[in-house]
């Protein structure tokens, strides 16, 4: 961990840079993919799953038989934990639902909006070594809410041609029939351009290495929508002195098992604490399984101490952190100056581990800065917001002389004579 | 406009098809145009203004004594107008705020979000024959609502040098104190790179022609998010028998009117129907001032004639359109299964023009068939929702054993030992 005291503010801009992504010399590999998938269909799916995942595949979709198989297999334990999560998952995104109001803005004209569920949606959760089953439940279940028609998962197969148990478990779990063993760009292809067994969806959701993220910016000039824009996760911690350095190191290292270029700052009001948490980390890092993993993203992060609490905050704000924890002795206070971040942990007894699998709130959150000017995942995100509005003849003769005046000064006659023949009429 | 009578199902998606917009080949001089207000920043505005726009700049940026002057330039009718449709629009996106509303998703464990406006945004509007001062309210009013602390309108100067006498009566009834002299593609650079007297902004609104458009699209790809995707504006209307021609004619006109590339559709259970609809478009077009521009998207259009008012709606949700108006006898019953449209206007008083000026729906709305996937401007366009959680030690306890299971399982033992470091603790 690199450390920096009291930086002055001109320095803090390049503490907040993030490492930039090259994803531009993937396009041109990315492409070829689409074209592959765009010709072929599902056989460019099988070819692709031989080559990359070494998978000899007999059809693309996982088939109920394997479905059935999996159940047994996850714990009861471990269904239960998944049960909780789901519940609180759910509970936090049903809040979410946005109730038809309608405003009368004037006598006579009302106006409201709807939220519509996206039609289709594919879902991209990653293979490799950890099964990421709690990301399908933060994307699963707000689309389930939302009421999309139909929603595919995508996620690639291991070598055996099999899907991870507790994933298939999660998604019988959510209702999700339709499972394709695709994983990389080409999973991102068929779920944008359809194959003759895929839909084409209308927006794609989830993580992945960067030739998933490459596909995803790709298909985005093509008509289909993604979550967000994704970058290395990140962790920004303030504590003062209250904060139980073990738990702080902790919380450090959870974000740090992610992956070598995950990021990681901490912030203290309190030269004490950062020596503290240091020494803990250098501890707590010795034993996990990840340390390799840990130690790589650790050589990257930094610490920090400032003058005071407001000032970390303000840090943090230029930061933009995707996860924020509040690891102080008020964190209400400080919580209400909070602009730019992602999702919020406060005190002592909110790890971002909770809000990772089992809170309530979504997983799926902005990083690389984009906490600036995006929202997380939420019901929102599966939704579009019609509106809606209706005049009594009344209302048109309340409004229509503005409209025409103003579509006048615009220049637009076509749109004047649409209120001026009604009003004739009337 | 061309006809079809009865089209069959598999016809459908071909009559949905927009004409394929050829970005790509402008990304080049776009980039052109960055590098050089990267490299010159102000200077290479007034370059720039110059050379597209004829126009000497003494400043970048519209002087107060520029706004004072313009005010009275607006008529008190014009003035009065902009008032009306100001409260409606302030009146509609007010009512989507948000309230903080805490969800104790288990004992113990309580979640909420929070939307906070974004910081910076950067309001484009287009100069050219027509001043989009409309647009300026439904940019403007819901920034101002979220809270946005710096709003930059940014709009091209006239050959004089100067702008639209209303778009700056507008402005600053709208509090907006910035206003940039620049079009094109290097106003979109300004905003998103900033130079040296233009901040750069988080995200970036605004309608604009095929450069600005590229332009917007170029630079989310650079960290800076954009409004929606663009197109050639929209409208689909449904009439049956029970609609007055005259009035459908109007509604199609003040789209054909936009430009030649607007998308114009009309669909009617009532062959009938589409022979008057024809006759009193031919009648009112050749009085429009913008006779041309409206017969050229005339050209482009077309009628359809379907056998019930479900098949006219299953068709509209196909297409996704910008604009739905409803001019039938029962628009609640058709507004029911809108799956998707932009903005519906439902019976024969409900023209779209006002919604485009005044109703309070804001008239910024997804074309070219992102209907499907991307909802219109609102207040939450200009907002991030920020999750919360805060946990007590109880509820640590209590929601701690899932989180720990479900870690392990996912092979992330550091994001288990935040849990259990704690537990062992308590």
Request: hydrophobic content about 45%; charged content about 20%; proline content about 5%.
């Given at each position: 961990?690199k450390?920096?005291?009291?930086p ?30 765009q ?12 080559k990359?995942?070494k998978?000899?595949l007999?059809?693309?979709w ?8 999996a ?7 471990l ?6 999560a ?36 594919g ?11 709690s990301?399908?439940l ?6 389930q809410?939302?009421g999309c ?17 507790t ?16 994983g990389?760009?080409?999973?991102i ?17 989830g ?31 303030i ?12 919380d ?54 400032v ?12 930061y ?12 209400e ?15 002592h ?5 909770v ?14 800065g ?14 579009k ?31 004047k ?10």
């Amino acid at each position: 961990m690199k450390t920096y005291l009291y930086p002055k503010l001109a320095e803090w801009a390049a503490l907040t840079q993030r490492p930039v992504q090259k994803l531009d010399q993937l396009r041109t590999g990315v492409q070829q993919t689409f074209d592959l998938v765009q010709q072929n269909g599902d056989a460019a799916l099988v070819e692709l799953a031989a080559k990359f995942d070494k998978a000899t595949l007999q059809s693309v979709w996982v088939t109920e038989e394997e479905v059935a198989a999996a159940i047994p297999q996850v714990s009861e334990e471990l269904k239960e934990a998944i049960e909780l999560a789901y519940n609180n998952i759910k509970r936090f995104h049903e809040a979410q639902r946005e109730p038809v109001q309608q405003v009368e803005t004037m006598a006579g004209v009302t106006c409201w909006r709807k939220s519509v569920g996206i039609q289709k949606v594919g879902l991209y959760i990653p293979g490799g070594s950890a099964p990421l089953f709690s990301t399908l439940l933060m994307l699963g279940i707000p689309a389930q809410i939302a009421g999309c028609r139909e929603i595919i998962l995508s996620t690639p197969p291991s070598a055996h041609g099999s899907i991870n148990a507790t994933i298939l478990y999660t998604a019988n779990r959510l209702g999700i029939k339709r499972i394709l063993k695709a994983g990389g760009a080409q999973a991102i292809a068929a779920m944008a351009f359809g194959t003759e067994t895929v839909p084409a969806v209308d927006k794609i959701f989830g993580p992945g290495n960067q030739y998933v993220t490459a596909a995803k910016q790709m298909v985005t000039q093509m008509g289909v929508a993604i979550d967000m824009p994704a970058g290395p996760s990140e962790v920004l911690v303030i504590a003062d002195d209250t904060a139980d350095a073990n738990f702080v190191a902790a919380d450090l290292l959870s974000q740090a098992e992610h992956g070598p270029d995950s990021q990681v700052v901490f912030v203290t009001n309190s030269e004490n604490q950062l020596k503290n948490v240091q020494a803990a980390v250098a501890d707590q890092v010795a034993k996990l399984p990840r340390q390799t993993v840990a130690e790589q993203a650790l050589n990257n992060s930094i610490g920090i101490v400032v003058n005071t609490l407001d000032e970390a905050l303000a840090f943090s704000n230029l930061y933009a952190p995707e996860h924020l924890i509040l690891s102080v002795e008020a964190p209400e206070v400080l919580a209400e100056g909070v602009t730019q971040a992602g999702s919020v942990f406060m005190g002592h007894f909110s790890p971002e581990s909770v809000g990772d699998y089992a809170s309530g709130t979504n997983h799926t959150l902005p990083t690389n800065g984009y906490a600036r000017n995006y929202s997380g995942v939420s019901l929102d995100s599966f939704v579009k917001k019609i509106t809606f509005q209706q005049l009594t003849r009344e209302g048109l003769e309340r409004i229509g002389p503005a409209v025409e005046t103003m579509a006048e000064a615009e220049g637009l006659h076509a749109h004047k004579n649409a209120v001026t023949i009604r009003l004739n009429k009337i």
